[in-house]
C-alpha cells in the first residue's frame, strides 16, 4: 500500500469498464480514493448507477492485500487488555443475533446454511446456538481469526464457491462481503448455481445513499457502493427473486444498510442487467458530489497514514464493520 511500510499496490490495467455491468460509456471521474491512496479513483457509472473503485489491483496486489494490508486500515482505537473485551466493543454477537431474528424463522428444520466471508464467526456461532439442527458450512480466507466467535458451533469450512456442488445449500448470507468483490453480478449468479431451487439468500451492504459525510468512507477493501435500485437490479439481473431489498429492518448499528432477500427460482433465468433511468443516475451524482473534502478531513488522513506507517499488522484489527 502507499505510505506504508509494504510495497505499493499495484493497479491492473485499466479497461475504463464498469465492475457491476460493465459499461464503458457513460463512466464519470467522481474523485480519487484518499483512506489509503491507492492511485485508483471513485467512478460512477452512467448506464447502471454503480458507484465503484477502478483501476482493479493486480491479482497478486489484491491477494497480498488481504493477507498482509488489509487489517492495518482498520486498527482497533483503543488498546483492549482482553480479547472478550474487544469483541465485546465491537459488538459482534448482539450485531449476529440481531441478522439472526429475521433469518431463523424463514429456515426449515436441518437447513443447510453457508455464510460467505464469516469473519470470526460470530453469526455461526449465534445460529448453531439458537438451532442447532441446522447444518453450517463456511468460506472465510482467514485461518487464524475464523473460529474465534465461533463457540461450540460445529462448521465445515470450504475453500471457496468453486468447491461448493450444485443445488448443495438450502441458504447462504453474505453480510458486507459483495462490496469487497471484484465482479458482484457474478457471485449472484453463484448463488443461482449453489442454492437448491427455492432457496434463499441474505446480503447485507452499506448503502451508498446513506448519511456518510467524508470521502474517507470509501477505501480500498470496498471495490463497489450500492443503492437498493441498483442491488435489486443486479439479483434480477442474475435469475434471482428478490423478495425485499432496502433499509436494514434491524435498524440501530445496522440501520445505514441495505438489506436484501432473495430467492432462488425453480426456473432461473439470467438476463442483462437492466439500465438505471435518468432520475437515478442523478441522485447517485448528487450524493457523491455533496461529500467534501474539508481541513478536517485532511488532517484525519494525515494521522491515519502516519498511523498506518508506525504500526505492525495488528492481530485483531476491525475486520469488518459488521
Known amino acids: 500500500m502507499a505510505r506504508t511500510a509494504h510495497a505499493p499496490m499495484e493497479l491492473a490495467a485499466d479497461d475504463g469498464a464498469c465492475r457491476c455491468c460493465g459499461a464503458t460509456a457513460r463512466q464519470r471521474a467522481v474523485w480519487t480514493e484518499v483512506y489509503a491512496d491507492t492511485g485508483q479513483e471513485l ?15 493486480s491479482e497478486e496486489a489484491l491477494a497480498r492485500f488481504y493477507t498482509h494490508d488489509y487489517r492495518r486500515l482498520f486498527p482497533a482505537e483503543s488498546p483492549w487488555r482482553s480479547e472478550a473485551r474487544f469483541f465485546a466493543w ?14 431463523a ?8 446454511l453457508l455464510e460467505m466471508g464469516s469473519g470470526f464467526g460470530a453469526f455461526l456461532g449465534v445460529a448453531a446456538a439458537a438451532r442447532p439442527d441446522l447444518r453450517l458450512y463456511a468460506i472465510e480466507p482467514d485461518l487464524e481469526n ?19 456442488a450444485d443445488a448443495s445449500v438450502d441458504a447462504v448470507v453474505a453480510f458486507h462481503v459483495l462490496e469487497h468483490l471484484p465482479d458482484p453480478r457474478g457471485f449472484l449468479q453463484t448463488l443461482v448455481r449453489i442454492l437448491a431451487p427455492g432457496g434463499r439468500a441474505w446480503i447485507e451492504v452499506p448503502d451508498v445513499m446513506s ?7 470509501v477505501q480500498p477493501a470496498h471495490l463497489s457502493y450500492f443503492s437498493a435500485a441498483l ?14 431489498c432496502g433499509t436494514h429492518p434491524a435498524g440501530g ?8 432477500d432473495v430467492r432462488r427460482p425453480a426456473q432461473a433465468c439470467a438476463r442483462p442487467l437492466a439500465a438505471a433511468g435518468v ?44
Open 253 to 260: 448499528v445496522l440501520a445505514e444498510n441495505l438489506w436484501m
Open 279 to 322: 432520475e437515478e443516475v442523478c441522485l447517485l451524482d448528487a450524493r457523491l458530489d455533496s461529500v467534501g473534502w474539508g481541513m478536517r478531513d485532511r488532517l484525519r488522513r494525515g494521522g491515519r497514514a502516519h498511523d498506518l506507517e508506525r504500526q505492525e499488522p495488528h492481530r485483531l484489527g476491525r475486520l469488518r464493520h459488521h
Open 90 to 103: 465491537r459488538g459482534d454477537r448482539p450485531i449476529a443475533q440481531r441478522r439472526l431474528q429475521w433469518i
Open 211 to 217: 448519511d456518510w459525510r467524508s470521502r474517507n468512507y
Open 146 to 164: 475464523r473460529a474465534r466467535l465461533l463457540a461450540a458451533a460445529r462448521v465445515a469450512f470450504v475453500p471457496d464457491l468453486q468447491a461448493v
Open 231 to 244: 442491488l435489486q437490479r443486479l439479483a434480477l439481473s442474475a435469475g434471482l427473486e428478490v423478495r425485499t
Open 105 to 112: 424463522p424463514q429456515l426449515a428444520t436441518g437447513a443447510r
Open 43 to 57: 467512478r460512477r457509472c452512467g448506464h447502471c448507477a454503480a458507484a465503484y473503485l477502478a483501476p482493479d489491483f
